[in-house]
């Protein structure tokens, strides 16, 4: 991206706030951005980085706080979207002063802005967030850890894919190759093998989780990472890294359907969005299907139910099928199309608070 004008790019991508903030006692140095809250108080982790340089802090911040925007309105979530990031070494810098300052700002933003955990963040380091703020959510003792449902949110993805390839979503028909047996791909093996799964493939690269999956699961059968593309299967689930769809990777993917957890699994959004669909293989977008975590935590501002989590949650079945229909309305990749859905429930939000009530 060239040099960066903020201003021209908050007035071409919609960005409300980009707030600096420096505090001399701790070395606490970050920025918060608020993309849009139309539907709401715009939640996002905060994530602490050695970036290279405050631009490209600020260019990661922005990406990531404009994809949360998508990621709250395309799961029904009355949240805008927003992110912190800290400049620093995690190592280094973490300590509670650190985390208490951090608050302080969150608080300052008036529940505009509401942080959570993230990369280098812990549900620990957000406790001592919550003792300077109201505006923290993810914390010990209440959601919990949200892999488990980003994990469920993911198998109801699988099955609206499969809906939407065969016009049947009964998981014991099929066969899946999941990429990374972290915690997101663990919990999705666990849910399809429960639903009954034909065949299941995994692949990774550490070997404690390689171990875990051969110990409690034998029948899920280990491949290595450069076979997992090329695997003869009904689903395709990439649970690992960002990026690992790409130019080098799309040709082997012989599965008809792509969904798995992995953000930003698209190197390049369009040219492999569309590469994809050009294959004829439909792609379930990754912040539609991963948003349980999102969802979990929503729900704390609620006064946190797990049932209720769980059942909104399920939700996502339905909503991509909507999204799918769109990509094939419009002929767009589903990428594209889970933003116009986005897009379009902000808008049609923004409309109907249009008129004055008395409150
Ligand atoms: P994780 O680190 O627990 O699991 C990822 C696993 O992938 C690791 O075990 C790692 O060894 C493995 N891996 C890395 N590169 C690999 C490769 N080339 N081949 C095979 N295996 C490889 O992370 P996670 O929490 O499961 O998250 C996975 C993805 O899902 C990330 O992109 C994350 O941002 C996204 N996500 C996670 C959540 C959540 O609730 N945890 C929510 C939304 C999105």
Avoid at 33 to 44: N, W, Y
Wanted: net charge negative; charged share 20%; proline share 3%.
């Amino acid at each position: 991206m060239g040099e960066l004008k903020v201003f021209e790019h908050m007035q071409k991508h919609h960005y409300e706030q980009v707030v600096h903030f420096y505090d001399q006692y701790t070395g606490l140095k970050g920025i918060t951005v608020i993309h849009d809250t139309t539907l709401g108080p715009a939640l996002g982790g905060t994530r602490i980085w050695n970036y290279a340089s405050e631009e490209d802090a600020l260019v990661d911040c922005l990406r990531l706080a404009r994809g949360m925007t998508y990621k709250a309105a395309a799961s029904g979530l009355n949240l805008g979207g927003g992110k912190t990031v800290l400049i620093g070494d995690a190592a280094a810098v973490k300590s509670e002063a650190y985390f208490r300052a951090l608050g302080r700002y969150v608080q300052s933003l008036n529940g505009r802005y509401i942080t959570a955990e993230d990369v280098n963040t812990s549900t620990k380091d957000m406790g001592y967030v919550a003792m300077e703020t109201d505006h923290v959510v993810g914390l010990e003792g209440k959601s919990g850890n949200p892999s488990p449902i980003t994990g469920l949110g993911v198998f109801y993805g699988v099955k609206a894919g499969l809906q939407r390839k065969y016009g049947n979503a009964d998981i014991e028909n099929y066969s899946f190759a999941v990429q990374g047996a972290g915690q997101t791909g663990y919990y999705l093996i666990g849910y399809l093998l429960e639903a009954g799964a034909k065949k299941i493939y995994f692949t990774e690269i550490s070997q404690k989780h390689i171990d875990r999956m051969k110990a409690e699961h034998p029948k899920v059968a280990f491949v290595a990472p450069e076979d997992i593309y090329s695997q003869e299967v009904d689903v395709f689930s990439p649970c690992a890294l960002g990026g690992s769809l790409n130019s080098d990777t799309i040709p082997q993917i012989k599965a008809p359907i792509i969904a798995g957890s992995a953000n930003n699994v698209l190197l390049d959004e369009d040219l492999h969005g569309r590469m994809i669909m050009d294959r004829g293989i439909i792609y379930c977008p990754d912040f539609v299907i991963n948003a349980g975590g999102l969802i979990n935590v929503y729900h704390e501002l609620q006064g946190y139910n797990k049932d209720r989590a769980i059942s909104d949650t399920a939700k996502i079945y339905d909503r991509l099928l909507e999204i799918l229909a769109i990509a094939d309305k419009e002929g767009v990749p589903s990428q594209q199309a889970a933003k116009i859905f986005a897009q379009q429930r902000i808008e049609t939000i923004k409309n109907v608070r249009s008129n004055y009530i008395s409150r």
